[in-house]
Protein backbone atom coordinates (compact mmCIF):
# COMPACT_ATOMS: atom_id res chain seq x y z
CA UNK A 1 0.00 0.00 0.00
CA UNK A 2 2.72 2.25 1.03
CA UNK A 3 4.88 1.86 -2.34
CA UNK A 4 2.71 4.19 -3.86
CA UNK A 5 3.87 6.80 -2.18
CA UNK A 6 7.46 6.53 -2.50
CA UNK A 7 7.04 9.36 -5.23
CA UNK A 8 8.39 12.76 -3.72
CA UNK A 9 6.18 15.26 -3.35
CA UNK A 10 7.35 18.95 -4.47
CA UNK A 11 7.03 21.87 -2.38
CA UNK A 12 4.51 23.40 -3.66
CA UNK A 13 2.20 20.30 -2.99
CA UNK A 14 3.37 20.38 0.35
CA UNK A 15 2.73 23.73 1.15
CA UNK A 16 0.58 24.86 -1.62
CA UNK A 17 -3.01 25.31 -2.41
CA UNK A 18 -4.85 22.04 -1.71
CA UNK A 19 -8.15 20.92 -1.74
CA UNK A 20 -8.24 19.70 1.68
CA UNK A 21 -6.57 21.86 4.09
CA UNK A 22 -5.16 20.65 7.67
CA UNK A 23 -8.24 20.91 10.11
CA UNK A 24 -10.16 18.67 6.95
CA UNK A 25 -7.49 16.09 6.82
CA UNK A 26 -6.90 16.12 11.17
CA UNK A 27 -11.01 15.85 11.39
CA UNK A 28 -11.61 12.72 8.68
CA UNK A 29 -8.64 11.15 10.84
CA UNK A 30 -10.27 11.19 14.11
CA UNK A 31 -13.74 10.00 13.32
CA UNK A 32 -13.93 6.40 14.66
CA UNK A 33 -13.68 3.53 12.13
CA UNK A 34 -15.55 0.89 14.41
CA UNK A 35 -12.87 -1.20 15.20
CA UNK A 36 -13.38 -4.38 16.39
CA UNK A 37 -12.45 -5.04 20.33
CA UNK A 38 -10.36 -7.71 21.91
CA UNK A 39 -13.36 -9.64 23.07
CA UNK A 40 -13.61 -10.47 19.47
CA UNK A 41 -11.56 -13.52 19.88
CA UNK A 42 -13.94 -14.92 22.13
CA UNK A 43 -16.58 -14.10 19.59
CA UNK A 44 -13.95 -16.39 16.90
CA UNK A 45 -13.71 -19.15 19.63
CA UNK A 46 -17.41 -19.38 19.93
CA UNK A 47 -18.09 -20.41 16.29
CA UNK A 48 -15.81 -23.87 17.96
CA UNK A 49 -19.23 -24.71 19.19
CA UNK A 50 -17.61 -25.46 23.28
CA UNK A 51 -19.71 -24.93 25.62
CA UNK A 52 -20.68 -26.55 29.42
CA UNK A 53 -18.75 -29.83 29.41
CA UNK A 54 -16.29 -29.00 27.11
CA UNK A 55 -12.77 -28.96 28.08
CA UNK A 56 -10.03 -26.32 26.68
CA UNK A 57 -6.25 -25.81 27.53
CA UNK A 58 -5.18 -22.01 27.43
CA UNK A 59 -1.69 -22.14 26.42
CA UNK A 60 0.74 -19.77 27.45
CA UNK A 61 -2.07 -18.49 29.95
CA UNK A 62 0.22 -16.24 32.07
CA UNK A 63 -2.05 -15.59 35.11
CA UNK A 64 -5.19 -17.26 33.66
CA UNK A 65 -7.12 -14.05 33.01
CA UNK A 66 -7.78 -15.55 29.72
CA UNK A 67 -8.88 -18.80 31.05
CA UNK A 68 -11.11 -17.36 33.54
CA UNK A 69 -12.97 -15.26 31.05
CA UNK A 70 -13.36 -18.36 28.56
CA UNK A 71 -14.85 -20.21 31.99
CA UNK A 72 -17.23 -17.27 32.32
CA UNK A 73 -18.85 -17.01 29.39
CA UNK A 74 -18.82 -20.72 27.94
CA UNK A 75 -18.92 -22.46 30.66
CA UNK A 76 -16.38 -24.90 30.24
CA UNK A 77 -13.67 -26.03 32.31
CA UNK A 78 -10.10 -24.38 31.10
CA UNK A 79 -6.77 -25.58 31.96
CA UNK A 80 -3.98 -22.76 31.59
CA UNK A 81 -0.10 -23.98 30.80
CA UNK A 82 2.50 -21.38 31.52
CA UNK A 83 6.19 -21.90 31.87
CA UNK A 84 6.78 -19.12 34.55
CA UNK A 85 6.42 -19.76 37.98
CA UNK A 86 5.91 -16.41 38.82
CA UNK A 87 2.53 -16.57 36.25
CA UNK A 88 1.51 -19.97 38.10
CA UNK A 89 1.37 -18.55 41.42
CA UNK A 90 -0.31 -15.23 40.47
CA UNK A 91 -2.94 -17.63 38.11
CA UNK A 92 -3.53 -19.70 41.53
CA UNK A 93 -4.93 -16.51 43.23
CA UNK A 94 -6.48 -14.94 40.35
CA UNK A 95 -8.26 -18.49 40.18
CA UNK A 96 -8.99 -18.23 43.65
CA UNK A 97 -10.70 -15.15 43.72
CA UNK A 98 -12.81 -15.51 40.97
CA UNK A 99 -16.55 -16.88 40.54
CA UNK A 100 -16.09 -19.04 38.17
CA UNK A 101 -12.70 -20.53 39.59
CA UNK A 102 -13.72 -23.65 40.11
CA UNK A 103 -14.05 -24.43 36.44
CA UNK A 104 -9.81 -23.47 36.14
CA UNK A 105 -7.08 -25.17 36.91
CA UNK A 106 -3.42 -23.85 36.10
CA UNK A 107 -0.15 -25.91 35.64
CA UNK A 108 3.43 -25.34 35.03
CA UNK A 109 4.42 -26.46 31.07
CA UNK A 110 5.16 -25.55 27.94
CA UNK A 111 3.86 -25.68 24.44
CA UNK A 112 6.11 -28.54 23.49
CA UNK A 113 5.41 -30.20 27.32
CA UNK A 114 1.67 -29.82 27.73
CA UNK A 115 0.58 -31.72 31.31
CA UNK A 116 -2.34 -33.23 29.11
CA UNK A 117 -3.25 -37.02 28.34
CA UNK A 118 -3.87 -37.65 24.50
CA UNK A 119 -7.19 -36.31 23.06
CA UNK A 120 -7.38 -34.23 26.71
CA UNK A 121 -9.06 -31.00 24.57
CA UNK A 122 -12.26 -30.06 22.75
CA UNK A 123 -10.35 -26.39 21.61
CA UNK A 124 -6.96 -25.47 22.36
CA UNK A 125 -6.63 -21.24 22.90
CA UNK A 126 -3.53 -19.33 22.44
CA UNK A 127 -3.68 -16.02 22.52
CA UNK A 128 0.02 -14.08 21.85
CA UNK A 129 2.20 -16.40 22.78
CA UNK A 130 3.34 -18.35 19.53
CA UNK A 131 6.68 -15.87 19.20
CA UNK A 132 8.42 -17.18 22.39
CA UNK A 133 7.99 -20.73 20.61
CA UNK A 134 11.76 -22.23 18.86
CA UNK A 135 10.12 -25.26 18.38
CA UNK A 136 7.00 -24.39 16.02
CA UNK A 137 6.94 -27.97 14.08
CA UNK A 138 7.13 -29.61 17.99
CA UNK A 139 4.70 -27.20 19.43
CA UNK A 140 2.09 -27.69 16.95
CA UNK A 141 2.63 -31.83 16.97
CA UNK A 142 1.83 -31.63 21.02
CA UNK A 143 -1.12 -29.76 20.51
CA UNK A 144 -2.05 -32.58 17.76
CA UNK A 145 -1.75 -34.95 20.88
CA UNK A 146 -3.78 -33.23 23.19
CA UNK A 147 -6.64 -32.21 20.88
CA UNK A 148 -10.01 -34.41 20.32
CA UNK A 149 -9.43 -35.16 16.78
CA UNK A 150 -11.32 -32.85 14.38
CA UNK A 151 -11.17 -30.01 17.33
CA UNK A 152 -9.73 -26.91 16.30
CA UNK A 153 -6.99 -24.22 17.61
CA UNK A 154 -7.90 -20.84 17.80
CA UNK A 155 -4.46 -18.44 17.83
CA UNK A 156 -4.01 -14.60 17.90
CA UNK A 157 -0.41 -13.78 16.74
CA UNK A 158 1.94 -10.56 15.56
CA UNK A 159 3.29 -10.86 12.39
CA UNK A 160 5.50 -8.03 11.11
CA UNK A 161 4.92 -6.38 7.58
CA UNK A 162 6.78 -5.43 4.94
CA UNK A 163 6.83 -1.68 7.05
CA UNK A 164 9.09 -3.53 9.65
CA UNK A 165 12.80 -2.88 8.82
CA UNK A 166 15.34 -5.67 9.84
CA UNK A 167 17.09 -4.04 12.35
CA UNK A 168 13.65 -3.04 14.22
CA UNK A 169 12.45 -6.27 14.01
CA UNK A 170 15.85 -7.99 15.06
CA UNK A 171 15.55 -5.75 17.96
CA UNK A 172 12.36 -5.70 19.04
CA UNK A 173 12.69 -9.67 19.01
CA UNK A 174 15.48 -9.51 21.17
CA UNK A 175 14.02 -6.51 23.93
CA UNK A 176 10.83 -9.11 23.87
CA UNK A 177 12.32 -12.76 24.40
CA UNK A 178 10.74 -13.22 20.82
CA UNK A 179 12.33 -15.78 18.00
CA UNK A 180 12.73 -13.83 15.30
CA UNK A 181 11.26 -16.38 12.39
CA UNK A 182 8.28 -16.66 14.07
CA UNK A 183 6.88 -13.28 12.93
CA UNK A 184 6.72 -14.60 9.46
CA UNK A 185 2.95 -15.11 8.70
CA UNK A 186 4.01 -17.02 5.07
CA UNK A 187 6.24 -19.31 7.13
CA UNK A 188 3.79 -19.79 9.66
CA UNK A 189 1.24 -21.11 7.59
CA UNK A 190 3.60 -23.26 5.48
CA UNK A 191 4.78 -24.97 9.19
CA UNK A 192 0.66 -25.28 10.26
CA UNK A 193 0.13 -27.07 7.16
CA UNK A 194 2.85 -29.31 7.18
CA UNK A 195 2.12 -30.38 11.04
CA UNK A 196 -1.30 -31.73 9.45
CA UNK A 197 -3.73 -28.33 10.39
CA UNK A 198 -5.98 -27.33 7.59
CA UNK A 199 -6.27 -23.19 8.20
CA UNK A 200 -10.06 -22.79 8.68
CA UNK A 201 -10.01 -18.43 8.90
CA UNK A 202 -7.67 -15.99 9.33
CA UNK A 203 -8.99 -12.50 10.41
CA UNK A 204 -6.56 -9.69 9.72
CA UNK A 205 -7.51 -7.82 13.27
CA UNK A 206 -4.33 -5.20 12.13
CA UNK A 207 -4.67 -1.95 14.60
CA UNK A 208 -8.19 -2.52 15.47
CA UNK A 209 -8.09 -3.85 19.19
CA UNK A 210 -5.88 -0.79 19.70
CA UNK A 211 -7.45 1.79 18.39
CA UNK A 212 -10.48 0.70 20.39
CA UNK A 213 -8.89 0.41 23.30
CA UNK A 214 -7.24 3.92 22.76
CA UNK A 215 -10.87 5.12 21.82
CA UNK A 216 -11.89 4.14 25.03
CA UNK A 217 -8.87 5.32 26.83
CA UNK A 218 -7.79 8.90 26.54
CA UNK A 219 -5.00 8.37 29.08
CA UNK A 220 -2.67 6.69 26.28
CA UNK A 221 1.02 7.32 27.08
CA UNK A 222 3.16 4.90 25.48
CA UNK A 223 4.59 7.68 22.66
CA UNK A 224 5.18 9.86 25.39
CA UNK A 225 6.64 7.04 27.60
CA UNK A 226 9.09 5.83 24.44
CA UNK A 227 9.94 9.28 24.06
CA UNK A 228 11.11 9.89 27.94
CA UNK A 229 12.80 6.01 27.79
CA UNK A 230 14.69 7.32 25.15
CA UNK A 231 15.96 10.42 26.62
CA UNK A 232 16.12 9.33 30.09
CA UNK A 233 18.10 5.86 29.01
CA UNK A 234 20.79 5.67 31.55
CA UNK A 235 19.10 6.63 35.12
CA UNK A 236 16.32 4.59 33.92
CA UNK A 237 18.25 1.91 33.72
CA UNK A 238 19.98 3.08 36.87
CA UNK A 239 16.60 2.53 38.79
CA UNK A 240 15.22 -0.52 37.27
CA UNK A 241 18.26 -2.76 35.15
CA UNK A 242 18.65 -3.04 31.80
CA UNK A 243 15.77 -6.02 31.42
CA UNK A 244 13.21 -4.17 32.73
CA UNK A 245 13.94 -1.36 30.79
CA UNK A 246 14.11 -3.36 28.14
CA UNK A 247 10.90 -4.81 28.72
CA UNK A 248 8.79 -1.87 28.81
CA UNK A 249 10.67 -0.05 26.44
CA UNK A 250 10.40 -2.97 23.53
CA UNK A 251 6.61 -2.92 24.63
CA UNK A 252 5.86 0.38 23.88
CA UNK A 253 7.85 0.39 20.59
CA UNK A 254 6.01 -3.17 19.95
CA UNK A 255 2.56 -1.55 20.32
CA UNK A 256 3.31 1.42 18.19
CA UNK A 257 4.66 -0.91 15.83
CA UNK A 258 1.28 -2.60 15.84
CA UNK A 259 -0.55 0.57 15.63
CA UNK A 260 1.47 2.08 12.49
CA UNK A 261 1.74 -1.16 10.76
CA UNK A 262 4.87 -2.13 10.94
CA UNK A 263 3.10 -5.65 12.72
CA UNK A 264 -0.22 -6.82 12.10
CA UNK A 265 -2.21 -8.93 14.49
CA UNK A 266 -4.45 -11.75 13.29
CA UNK A 267 -6.53 -14.61 14.35
CA UNK A 268 -6.34 -17.80 13.41
CA UNK A 269 -8.80 -20.57 13.39
CA UNK A 270 -6.29 -24.16 12.47
CA UNK A 271 -8.34 -27.38 12.88
CA UNK A 272 -6.61 -30.51 13.29
C1 LIG B 1 2.52 -11.98 25.84
S1 LIG B 1 2.18 -13.16 27.08
C2 LIG B 1 0.51 -13.56 26.73
C3 LIG B 1 -0.21 -14.12 27.90
C4 LIG B 1 -1.69 -14.41 27.65
N1 LIG B 1 -1.89 -15.47 26.68
C5 LIG B 1 -2.39 -13.15 27.20
O1 LIG B 1 -2.76 -13.06 26.02
O2 LIG B 1 -2.55 -12.24 28.01
C6 LIG B 1 3.07 -14.58 26.51
C7 LIG B 1 2.96 -15.77 27.45
O3 LIG B 1 3.52 -16.92 26.83
C8 LIG B 1 4.22 -17.66 27.80
N2 LIG B 1 5.20 -18.53 27.12
C9 LIG B 1 6.45 -18.24 26.71
N3 LIG B 1 7.02 -19.30 26.12
C10 LIG B 1 6.12 -20.30 26.15
C11 LIG B 1 6.13 -21.67 25.72
N4 LIG B 1 7.20 -22.20 25.11
N5 LIG B 1 5.03 -22.42 25.95
C12 LIG B 1 3.94 -21.88 26.53
N6 LIG B 1 3.87 -20.59 26.96
C13 LIG B 1 4.94 -19.82 26.78
C14 LIG B 1 4.85 -16.60 28.68
O4 LIG B 1 5.23 -17.10 29.95
C15 LIG B 1 3.72 -15.58 28.76
O5 LIG B 1 2.86 -15.83 29.84
Given at each position: ????????????????????????????????????????????????????????????????????????????????????????????????????????????????????????????????????????????????????????????????????????????????????????????????????????????????????????????????????????????I??IGVSSY???????????????????????????
Open positions: MTDEFTTPRTVEEMYGESDMDWDDAVSLADRSLDPRPRTSLYDTFATLGVGEGGYVLDIGGRDASQALDLAERFGCRVLSVDPVQANIDWGIENIAEHEYGHLVEIKLGTINDIPAADDAFDAVFARDMMGHVADLEGALAECRRVLVRGRAMVIHHVFATADLEPKEWNRVCADLALIPERLDAEAFEATVEQCGFKIESIERIGSEWLEHTLEADDGEKRLLRAARLRRDKDRMDGRGVLGNTVWTIYRMIGKLEDRVYVIRS
